[in-house]
């Protein structure tokens, strides 16, 4: 698995690098890849040639979701990958949608982290994957401390 | 604004992503993340020590706005604070930010690495997950080095839990990809094997694609994996589809795990172990099986695990590719899906069958599928569903099917798309020369070709038809009738008229006794393409021309009529003009059997690899990728190989104006005399004569070719070409390290731009010709390159030429960098490439005797005046192709030197301004350790140490 990103309308939501790649590089990248998976029509087959990897993307509602991955990958498993990433979305966050990735990235980033390790896939139990990312949240409630007024109405 | 769901408090920071959404343009929201970046600049600088809390919101903040795109450069010393934080929430913020933000400044990774020392020795799980997450996120060196011991420790201890074993195996797996010189597993090899065993689903998950991964590095260590595997891929293909839990997917029992199995099995021959085996092609026969069995759900997630782990199982049959039971099985299941509702089964059983066609179990069983794949080739809406048929099709071809498959692709090529005309265009040139029972047929598909689709016939393809015709005498007449008719249409392809120049000009005399096709006929023919075609073809044309001249003279008359008319020998381009006054002033002077030799005609060509192949390699080379880096350019391996082909009769164009000023070397061969010679213009002089010179026998017959001399330096450039091209094709090799041994061909190529170079060199100066192709259809705009101001529109399909004067001052290492951007479709490509200056370019060959050789190499006798290297041969050892190598080099290739006939010595002065450097070089072959021992010596060291460096990736 060589990234994992998300984009809408040409804009990119997350992305995840698993290859060492400079920021410009990155960002030619992002723009090719994207580019190419918006220009393809529905009914289409969800994998795509380009330069010597592969990418795989499905599209939920307006967000698409894109893996870029070795030749030789499993074209429908890294499909379902996808899928199983959204669904841990949607079970976490209750009926996923763009803005609650957008206001909660840093969590979105720690889901894909449980699931996904270094371009491979780490745990692929549902129940597990939401069970570390529970517990991470009680030990952030626990530690949560009052705030101030200021910051409650956000002006910090 | 949404509800924020869980536990999370960050109130300031929804607030700002909110003003961000609301932002109206791009300049307004610049002006909000600027005033956000000023104010937590100010908090971070500001007296107040910041509590942890602050410090992981700003830190947060300043993340977002970095994947907003925006670049931040500050912030990362309040992220490494985070990390050694006792709060959960803000050691995990400041490990997202590291992840995410982190650069090579070794002073922070040291702050970094001690943090994650900390937490990976605090035995608090949670946190030497987080400490391993960022390891396997940022993956660079330096951790490599602080933890690659630590890691597999903490993998195979027994009192790990669970979650952090998962975490620390692909950890290991990222810093193994990273510095495998690192990663060292020893002694824990076969403690690590057995957490294939391990109760844990989601550890032998974790664990596997670390497996996986040295296995393929060293099988032999890691080979007891395989019996493991094949237990393990067994239970979970025979358990019920709820046995496993939660590790069952849309009720397939554990589908990453059961694809990575299969995976890791690929990476080793069939077990030797009867039972092993037995079990294993049961479990597949099972999967197999599984495939025909009704759905268990209709959601498509049910059919794609299930189908995934399949065609996994499919890759391992193939793989093996010794049970004729099993492949045959896998080829009709993947029959079935060739016609399912689901283009992506339809895809990927395309793409599957191509590997099973080259099987000789399944090879026939493909075969049957045919007319479903012509069909497909037809009526896929998808174009990368067509672009697999044609795939399969061509792996299907053989001589039984290829008349019926030539002819589908032919009539699909009239539809196909524009992005694979032609590679279709190659595949066809292919099997038709591959398969061709009779060579009127293969004349016929080519020529279709370039009717149906000419613009994307490449030059290797009308090259190759016209190398074959001239090789095989019994097509000859046939070729000559048929491109006669296919001139006949009013509106002809360019290339057709130039097969048709080249073909009409050696073999128009085999057709000439039928009074439609009578010279004059044929000539007018000809020449009323003439003003619609461009120069390359005019030039190709006029000398069909002068060929026709010495196969008719009845019709010289006529020719020199056109020759001498101002529109030729006063042409505005110096090429035609040249040409028109050199051809006039040859038929007008030379006597007819001096004609009859310099126009003879062609010998046969060298039989070597298509160089259409060659080209077909290049395209589906990981190389078909776009702009921007220098790695394209070494990908490009192949060569335009039959660019020479045209060089030697037809378009001496650059060329000609080329071998004006590089020096002559030794090894013309005769066959090519009759061509290269007369292309020579009367005003060369030069000072070293070639000794094809006076086998011509033109010095003093004619003076038009006064200087016939550097007939050898084309030869060279020729052969120099030839050899290594069909040898490198499809071979990662440096776009820059190609032109070593020759000055022409295709530096880079991509799929807007391609970029030509042809080069010439004498003493310590040189001239390059570069030409930028538009590939596209489109314009580029805003073209600019670092050399020198260029127009700065190029229109699509077309082509820019730049000319650039070199000047060697002194020795040097570092080749010039060529920039080129241009914005093509609004989007600005920016180019960097290496032009291929290297310092053997300004070489003079030296000839010299054995007793002269040896006595300058003892000369060179100090230690820092030789270089040498031992390396291994990556092109096969052909003396052909080697010598012709050494002699692009430029220097002197010299004979009866070395005692031992088997090597090479050669000897050349490289000039530059400042000084002129003698070297000697000699390179010992060893056939059977497919070895070469390569010796420079030069009165410069760092010369000496550059040509070595040159020079040990050329063989």
Sequence with gaps: LANNRKIRQGKLRLQKWYVPLSDPQKKKISREVIQMVLARKPKMCSFLEWRDLKIVYKRYASLYFCCAVEDQENELITLEIIHRYVELLDKYFGSVCELDIIFNFEKAYYILDEFILGGEAQETSKKIVLKAIEQADMLQEEAEAPRSVLEEIGLT | ?955
């Design chain 2, 1 to 955: 604004m949404p509800a924020v769901s869980k536990g999370d408090g960050m109130r300031g920071l929804a607030v700002f992503i909110s003003d961000i959404r609301n932002c109206k343009s791009k300049e307004a929201e610049i002006k909000r993340i600027n005033k956000e970046l000023a104010n937590i600049r100010s908090k971070f600088k500001g007296d107040k020590a910041l509590d942890g809390y602050s410090k992981k919101k700003y830190v947060c903040k300043l993340l977002f706005i970095f994947l907003l795109g925006h670049d931040i450069d500050f912030g990362h010393m309040e992220a490494v604070n985070l990390l050694s934080s006792n709060k959960y929430t803000e050691k995990q913020i400041g490990y997202l930010f590291i992840s995410v933000l982190v650069n090579s400044n070794s002073e922070l990774i040291r702050l970094i690495n001690n943090a994650i020392k900390n937490d990976l020795s605090s035995r608090n799980p949670t946190f030497m997950c987080l400490a391993l997450h960022c390891i396997a996120n940022v993956g660079s060196r330096e951790m490599a080095e602080a933890f690659a011991g630590e890691i597999p420790r903490i993998l195979v201890a027994g009192d790990t839990m669970d979650s952090v074993k998962q975490s620390a195996a692909l950890c290991l797996l990222r810093l193994y990809k990273t510095s495998p010189d690192l990663v060292l597993m020893g002694e824990w090899t076969s403690r690590v094997v057995h957490l294939l065993n391990d109760q844990h689903m989601g550890v032998v998950t974790a664990a596997i694609s670390l497996i996986t991964c040295l296995s393929q590095k060293n099988p032999d260590e890691f080979k007891t994996c395989v019996s493991l595997a094949v237990s393990r891929l067994s239970r979970i293909v025979s358990s019920a589809s709820t046995d496993l839990q939660d590790y069952t997917y849309y009720f397939v029992p554990a589908p990453w795990l059961s694809c990575k199995l299969l995976r890791l099995l690929q990476c080793y021959p069939p077990p030797e172990d009867g039972a092993v085996k037995g079990r294993l092609v049961e479990c597949l026969e099972t999967i197999l099986n599984k495939a025909q069995e009704p759905p268990k759900s209709k959601k498509v997630q049910h059919s794609n695990a299930k189908n995934a782990i399949l065609f996994e199982a499919i890759a391992l049959i193939i793989h093996y590719d010794s049970e004729p039971n099993l492949l045959v099985r896998a080829c009709n299941q993947l029959g079935q899906f060739l016609q399912h509702r689901e283009t992506n089964l339809r895809y990927l059983a395309l793409e599957s069958m191509c590997t099973l066609a080259s099987s000789e179990f399944s090879h026939e069983a493909v075969k049957t599928h045919i007319e479903t794949v012509i069909n497909a080739l037809k009526t896929e809406r998808d174009v990368s569903v067509r672009q697999r048929a044609a795939d399969l099709l061509y792996a299907m071809c053989d001589r039984s099917n290829a008349k019926q498959i030539v002819a589908e692709m032919l009539s699909y090529l009239e539809t196909a798309d524009y992005s694979i005309r032609e590679e279709m265009v190659l595949k066809v040139a292919i099997l038709a020369e591959k398969y061709a029972v009779d060579y009127s047929w293969y004349v016929d598909t080519i020529l279709n070709l370039i009717r149906i689709a000419g613009d994307y016939v490449s030059e290797e393809v009308w090259y190759r038809v016209i190398q074959i015709v001239i090789n095989r005498d019994d097509v000859q007449g046939y070729a000559a009738k048929t491109v006669f008719e296919a001139l006949q249409a009013p509106a002809c392809h360019e290339n057709m008229v130039k097969v048709g120049g080249y073909i009409l000009g050696e073999f128009g005399n085999l057709i000439a006794g039928d009074p439609r096709s009578s010279p004059l006929v044929q000539f007018n023919l000809l020449h009323s393409k003439f003003h619609l075609c461009s120069v390359p073809t005019r030039a190709l044309l006029l000398s069909a021309y002068i060929k026709f001249i010495n196969l008719f003279p009845e019709t010289k008359s006529t020719i020199q009529e056109v020759l001498r008319c101002d529109s030729q020998i006063r042409n505005s381009d110096v090429e035609l003009q040249q040409r028109a006054v050199e051809y006039l002033k040859l038929s007008s002077i030379a006597s007819t059997d001096v004609l009859a030799t310099v126009l003879e005609e062609m010998p046969p060509f060298p039989e070597r690899e298509s160089s259409i192949l060659a080209k077909l390699k290049k395209k589906k080379g990981p190389g078909a990728v776009s702009a921007g880096e220098l790695e394209e350019g070494k990908r490009e391996g192949g060569e335009v190989n039959g660019w020479e082909v045209n060089q030697q009769k037809s378009e001496p164009s650059q060329e000609n104006a080329s071998s004006l000023t590089t020096s002559p070397s030794p090894t013309p061969t005769a066959m090519h005399l009759s061509l290269t010679s007369f292309f020579f213009p009367s005003s060369l002089s030069q000072s070293t004569p070639s000794p094809s010179a006076d086998l011509l026998g033109l010095r003093s017959a004619a003076p038009v070719s006064a200087a016939p001399v550097s007939a050898g330096s084309l030869l060279v450039d020729v052969f120099s070409e030839a050899g290594p091209a069909a040898s490198t094709a499809g071979v990662n090799d440096d776009g820059f390290l190609r032109f070593v041994c020759k000055n022409n061909g295709v530096l880079f190529e991509n799929q807007l731009l391609q970029i030509g170079i042809k080069s010439e060199y004498r003493q310590n100066l040189g001239r390059m010709y570069l030409f930028y192709g538009n590939k596209t259809s489109v314009q580029f705009v805003s073209f600019s390159t670092t050399l020198k101001p260029v127009d700065p529109l190029v229109e699509g399909g077309a082509q820019v030429q730049q000319v650039i004067n070199i000047e060697c001052l002194s020795d040097f290492s570092d080749a010039p960098l060529l920039n080129i951007k241009f914005r093509y479709g609004g989007a600005l490509q920016n180019l960097s490439l290496k032009l291929p200056v290297t310092i053997n370019k300004f070489f003079q060959p030296t000839e010299m005797s054995s007793h002269d050789f040896f006595q300058r190499w003892k000369q060179l006798s100090q230690p820092q005046q030789e270089a040498q290297k031992i390396f291994k041969a990556n092109h096969p050892m052909d003396t052909e192709v080697l010598k012709a190598k050494l002699l692009g080099l430029g220097t002197a290739l010299l004979d009866n030197v070395d005692p031992n006939p088997e090597n090479f010595v050669c000897a050349g002065v490289i000039q530059t301004k400042a000084q002129q450097i003698g070297c000697l070089l000699r390179l010992e072959p060893n056939a059977q350790a497919q070895m070469y021992r390569l010796t420079l010596r030069s009165s410069k060291d760092t010369v000496a140490k550059r040509l070595c460096e040159l020079l040990s990736e050329q063989f």
